[in-house]
């Protein structure tokens, strides 16, 4: 029921914000937000067993735009 999300993790950001969806084309909704230029992980916890999920990140910085979307990942929690 866990998923553990990974990047490389870019200098010069305040943070990054992590989105998912159920379907690579659907919608998608904001998990969370992490803090922190050197953090490079997220744990999505409470996951369905068996479900594919699809994750995107993108850089924050305080008083800039946002940067692009990451491209879209996928992964299935286990049965």
């Given at each position: 029921d866990k998923i553990k999300?990974?990047?490389?993790?870019l200098s010069g950001v305040d943070g990054y914000q992590i989105y998912r969806a159920t379907s690579k084309s659907g919608t998608y909704s904001k998990v969370t937000s992490v803090t922190g230029a050197s953090k490079s992980s997220y744990i999505n916890e409470?996951?369905?067993c068996g479900k594919t999920y699809y994750y995107k990140v993108r850089a924050l910085k305080k008083g800039y735009v946002n940067s692009s979307y990451t491209n879209i990942v996928s992964a299935k929690t286990k049965k």
């Open positions: 999300l990974t990047w490389e993790p409470g996951r369905t």
